[in-house]
Nanobody, 119 residues
Framework: QVQLVESGGGLVQPGGSLKLSCAAS????????MGWYRQAPGKQRDMVARITTGSTNYADSVKGRFTISRDNAKNTVYLQMNSLKPEDTAVYYC??????????????WGQGTQVTVSS
């Protein structure tokens, strides 16, 4: 099992910044992908950004504003969010996907952290 603990959500004004953190612990996989998804009320959960050891990808709606990074020594992924807009308001979930020979890919989710962008 992998446990994910998120932090950093909150209320921010439009144009402001927030940084989310997610620390993984437990049975860490040597091959893994970490990322952030978000879910607004009444909408599906969508990918925001994902990062492997060598690459990143972003949703079109956040490109140029959000930056995902990771500290492998700490098993932690970060999401720096700049130029926030009201439409970024959602619950943000940390996602961890780990691969192991014999069992394949396993997926884990954090508990979610609320991000509200409002004046």
């Amino acid at each position: 099992q992998v446990q994910l603990v998120e932090s950093g959500g909150g209320l921010v004004q439009p144009g402001g910044s927030l940084k989310l953190s997610c620390a993984a612990s437990g049975s860490i996989f040597s091959t893994n992908v970490m990322g952030w998804y978000r879910q607004a009320p009444g909408k599906q959960r969508d990918m925001v950004a994902r990062i492997t050891t060598g690459s990143t990808n972003y949703a079109d709606s956040v490109k140029g504003r959000f930056t995902i990074s990771r500290d492998n020594a700490k098993n932690t992924v970060y999401l720096q969010m700049n130029s926030l807009k009201p439409e970024d308001t959602a619950v943000y979930y940390c996602n961890y996907e780990g691969f192991r020979l014999g069992t394949g890919w396993s997926t884990y989710w954090g508990q979610g952290t609320q991000v509200t962008v409002s004046s």
